[in-house]
């Protein structure tokens, strides 16, 4: 049987810092791939901050979002955990 590890985060975020909530995001990745964790998990709206509210009617607001996760995806690619399972 194969085991996983999951690892929780839950971010304080603040809504539309972006960068903010994506340099946070990414840190807590890291620390998630140093504990050997398998899968991670955060709140929905991590990136945009949460509640979003009338703000994702906004394309600006959507658009930086989408930004921000791709910047996520770049910065977390390389995030191994140290052991395998």
């Known amino acids: 049987m194969r085991l996983i590890k999951i690892g929780l985060a839950n971010l304080n975020t603040t809504v539309g810092a972006f960068k ?19 899968v991670g ?9 949460y509640p979003a509210e009338d703000l994702v009617q906004w394309k600006s607001f959507v658009d930086q979002q989408w930004a921000a ?14 052991t395998m399972f």
């Open 20 to 38: 903010m909530n994506t340099d946070m995001l990414i840190e807590s990745a890291r620390r998630m791939a140093d504990e050997d964790c398998t």
């Open 41 to 49: 998990c955060f709140q929905e709206q991590v990136i945009g901050g």
């Open 69 to 82: 996760l791709q910047r996520f995806a770049r910065a977390s690619t390389g995030f191994k955990a140290k």
